[in-house]
């Protein structure tokens, strides 16, 4: 009961304020005066009395400030009072407001940018409910490279894995769709198990869901249709569904259509029962070609079920091949799979490591205001304000002051958004990955806010809060010079480390440039055709097809030069495991290329040594072409031309080749570097997809229409598709390296220019503070030299202790990039010491400004500074 | 001020304040502080003050309550009268309080 009372007067009190506040200094006022006259009672003067009065009394302040203590709420009484002196403050020192605002703004806003694509590419994951309960299941081999399954083995799972409520494999493709009064399309699609979408809990729009019996051998062929297919090709006209399509070249019925913006899995707008993918369920059942992914079963957990499935998998290695039991199949969440890249922890690491630097700069500051504050706050604590209320002043300011910078940093982040999605627009990304915030980031946002603030504030707080008279006389400028040594410290083995990790990015990025200039991609397009199975059955009809396609071509005037090839630089390649006569290596991995006649001499790479391909290669005999890498990897000692290499894969037979010719090593399968590579003409292993690389007169434009008329020529029904400049594709294949380069180097560049402000604010703090001491010193014959070594050796031991602490972090931020990093190690003691120069010359600059004012004071008017 | 700076012991000066009410009826802040001051007969160095947050603790629980009124140079003042539970609680405390002093007493007196 008597709780209560409190709790009601104190709650209150905000309505009562002013009116009580007015009544106490009344009741103290009459108080005074009661006390005054009983003094004059006894014979002093009025002053005396007065004096005598306020001596009885004691600090009227003081009892004041009791009281409101008393009355109010413990925190909300006097911070609104807080706050506005905090405001009054941070106007008052607008500059310095600026410079720290903008400072935690750099840092919030980047960290918020870095934060909204780690969110959109790695934790919002598939759209679907409780995505991450969905499992990718995959082989997994000895270098951890993700691989296929095969049909078979996912029936076993099927049968078998009582930890997962399902299992779907699926294939991606690409469909032409043909049919009356329609031009021929190339539609990305999805060869899917019938069950697939109800584990991802997705029904269609309009239509039904696919059957099981519609996934059986000879079933009547099916298609669900995507939102875009529906709305563009057929004008959203329902009657679609029902109708019959030509699906590459199948009579095909349309069952249904998916919701808008589903394109599961990556960006499908098409797709067919997996039983419709050619050869799958017979001759092709143990190829591991399938992708797969299930959906844990109720209360089943992840460890479980990769414990399952690896042994269900182990229980079959006996009836498999010896190459085949160094893998393993697997699971991992679906959303990992997609983007797992060692640079998002580096961005994320990296905009950390910035958000220090700006919060070390920023209680820098904080703190040398704090020598000018020491007065008030030394005032403040003599008229009875207790540490915890300093400290609370403080902590209220550092929020002010994050709170504006979050505003800004957030403004920034929106514009840091927006650059980079317009830096990667034309990147190939699963579907469901927009560059956008949501819910997620702003929690984010809002818990880098209050860390900064505190981060920052702390410092200053602790320290300042310690303030009382006796410190203020006795200079208490030493411990805020241990806390400022220190923070400095920070701040550039910080910047050291960030400066580190963007040099590295860069020099890789320029390798890869330097790498990639074996290859001529002047006025050359690249473009895709795939020929129907309905329409070209056999090999031959491809072999045949293509090769007059090539032959029409060729002597057509603005193309000057064109082949098909499975497909081309910097665009991935087939994986093969390489078998050497007579060698029992275990065997490793290299790109595998099926080519034209015309393939290195339209890329205009020259080949090192040996022959090119002719037109007889590959009717009769197996002849290849092998890059130098792989030559140095394989017969380092020997003449590699007439050797015989054997390639399979990995379950089939190899098949052996002669090698003809030597190649330059040009980028493949791997984003950071050549692989060891095998060229065989198209001929010995046929496909009926090849892409097309033609090279000619300046501009798309002029070659695009002549291919599709050639093309037309051979067969009316055959799109063509995927058609792209090959500057622009490679600009694309190398955006991580420029897109990220650019980040890491923009991050480094704030963080140098935040060290920079940190150590030149030091120094003219410390000239400023010692004004009247350099005049002594100068006025005595301190020469310019001295001078400036008094101001500055504040600076000397934190530069040096960060370059010890900074080389190491850096050392570890390469460690980090290392599978980023193009040819270049993660310890390259020429970016290092780039850097270290860098970052020196900076320093030494930021150090030099205001020491060289020092030096100019004029020795009569320091000696009278106050 | 916190009541642990002041020199009186801490809670004496609330049980003072109730009894001197309580003995000589309502009184303003300078009446109870002269009041406090003359019992102590000098014992007590009491910054007069200090009577006020104790006032409104005591107020807060109801155990004075206050009306404003005019003191004996004609001047507007507030003054405290002790309230019924007020008294209940000056009872309870006295009693609590002696048994207190008692008992340290007899310890005080066996340890010596």
Known sequence: ?866 | MSPRDSEVPYGTLDLMVLRTLESLGPLHGYGIARRIEQAARGALALNQGTIYPALLRLQQKGWIASAWGTSENNRRARFYSITRSGRKQLEDESKSWGRSVAMVNRILEDES
């Open chain 1, 1 to 866: 009961m008597t709780q209560l009372r409190v709790l009601l007067w104190r709650v209150l009190e905000p309505l009562l304020r002013r009116k009580r506040e007015r009544e106490l200094a009344e009741e103290i006022e009459a108080h005074l005066v009661l006390l005054t006259e009983e003094h004059l009672r006894r014979g002093l003067s009025l002053e005396a009395a007065r004096a005598a009065a306020r001596r009885d009394f004691g600090g009227v302040e003081k009892v004041k400030e009791a009281h409101r203590d008393l009355r109010g709420l413990p925190f909300t009484d006097t911070f609104h009072q807080d706050l506005r002196f905090a405001v009054r403050l941070l106007v008052k020192d607008r500059w310095l407001t600026a410079v720290a605002a903008a400072a935690l703004a750099l840092g919030i806003g980047a960290s918020n940018t870095v934060f909204t694509f780690v969110n959109a590419a790695q934790l919002r994951g598939l759209p679907v409910d409780e995505p991450e309960r969905v499992l990718a299941v995959h082989r997994m081999d000895t270098s951890g490279r993700p691989g296929g399954v095969s049909y078979t083995e996912l029936e076993t799972l099927r049968a078998e894995a009582t930890t997962l409520e399902g299992i779907a494999g699926y294939q991606r493709s690409a469909s032409t769709v043909t049919d009356e009064g329609l031009a021929p399309e190339q539609i990305r699609s999805l060869y899917v198990a019938a069950n697939a979408f109800r584990l991802l809990r997705v029904v269609p729009s309009l239509g039904r869901d696919f059957l099981p019996e519609d996934d059986r051998l000879g079933a009547t062929p099916v298609v669900i249709l995507g939102e875009s297919v529906f709305r563009i090709r057929y004008g959203g006209d329902r009657k679609v569904l029902g109708r019959t399509i030509r699906v590459n070249g199948v009579e095909t019925n349309v069952i249904g259509v998916m919701p808008e913006g589903f394109q599961f899995d990556y960006f499908a707008d098409l797709w067919q029962p997996l039983a419709a993918m050619p050869g799958l369920t017979t001759d092709k059942r143990d190829a591991p070609q399938l992708r797969a992914f299930g959906r844990l079963a109720d209360g089943a957990e992840l460890s479980e079920a990769r414990a399952e499935i690896e042994g269900i998998d182990g229980r079959r290695d006996r009836e498999r091949p010896e190459s085949y039991r160094e893998s393993r199949l697997t699971a991992a969440p679906f959303n990992g799979t997609i983007s797992d890249n060692p640079i998002m922890p580096a961005l994320l690491g990296s905009v950390g490591f910035l958000l220090l630097i700006a919060c070390a700069n920023v209680a820098n500051l904080l703190l040398a205001r704090g020598t000018h504050r020491a007065r008030e706050i030394g005032i403040r604590t003599a008229i009875g304000a207790t540490r915890y209320r300093i400290l609370r002043q403080l902590v209220v300011e550092s929020a002010l002051l994050a709170g504006l910078a979050g505003v800004a940093g957030f403004g920034l982040s929106l514009l840091g958004v927006r650059l980079f999605s317009n830096a990667v627009a034309d990147i190939a990304k699963p579907y469901w990955i927009h560059w956008s915030m949501d819910g997620r980031v702003f929690l984010f946002f809002a818990a880098v806010c209050v860390a900064t603030g505190i981060l920052f504030g702390l410092a200053p707080a602790l320290h300042l809060s310690k303030t009382n008279m006796v410190s203020l006389k006795s200079g208490a400028a030493i411990g805020a010079r241990r806390w400022t040594r220190g923070l400095l410290t920070v701040e550039l083995a910080l910047t050291l480390a960030l400066l580190a990790g963007a040099g590295l990015m860069l020099r890789s990025f320029l390798t890869l440039y330097r790498l990639d200039d074996v290859v001529d991609t002047t006025n050359m397009t690249t473009m895709a055709l795939r020929l129907p199975g309905a329409k070209y059955p056999a090999p031959r009809d491809w072999n045949v097809f293509f090769r007059r396609l090539e032959e029409r071509l060729a002597g057509i005037p603005p193309i000057s030069s064109a082949t098909t090839a499975s497909t081309f630089p910097y665009a991935g390649a087939a994986a093969r495991k390489l078998v050497l006569d007579g060698a029992d290596r275990s065997p490793s991995t290299v790109s595998y290329l099926t080519v034209g006649s015309r393939y290195f001499d339209t890329l205009g790479l020259r080949l090192v040594r040996g022959r090119d391909f002719t037109d007889i290669d590959g009717t009769a005999g197996q002849e290849a072409v092998v890059n130098e890498l792989l030559v140095a990897a394989h017969f380092p000692t020997e003449d590699a031309i007439g050797k015989r290499i054997g390639l399979t894969e990995d379950t089939t037979a190899p098949s052996w080749f002669t090698i003809v010719g030597i190649a330059p090593d040009v980028r493949q399968r791997n984003l950071a570097g050549p692989d060891p590579t095998v060229y065989v003409p198209s001929r010995t292993n046929p496909q009926p997809f090849a892409m097309l690389l033609v090279r000619g007169a300046p501009g798309t434009e002029a070659v695009i229409p002549i291919v599709r008329e050639e093309v037309r020529a051979l067969d009316p029904e055959l799109p063509l598709y995927g058609i792209m400049p090959m500057d622009q594709l490679l600009s694309q294949s190398r955006w991580p390296y420029r897109v990220f380069g650019v980040m890491l180097a923009a991050f480094a560049s704030i963080a140098l220019a935040l060290s920079a402000i940190g150590l030149y604010a030091v120094v003219a703090h410390s000239v400023s503070q010692r004004v009247q001491e350099i005049g002594v010193r100068m006025a005595l014959g301190a020469e310019a030299r001295q001078v400036s070594w008094l101001v500055t050796r504040t600076t000397a031991l934190p530069l040096f202790a960060s370059l010890v602490l900074g080389l190491a972090a850096a050392l570890g931020v390469g460690k980090l990039l290392q599978s980023m990093l193009v040819q270049t190690s993660p310890t390259d003691t020429t970016t290092l010491l780039a850097i270290v120069v860098l970052l020196l010359v900076v320093s030494s600059v930021a150090c030099w400004v205001p020491a060289r004012r020092a030096t100019r004071l004029d020795p009569v008017a320091a000696l009278r500074h106050e």
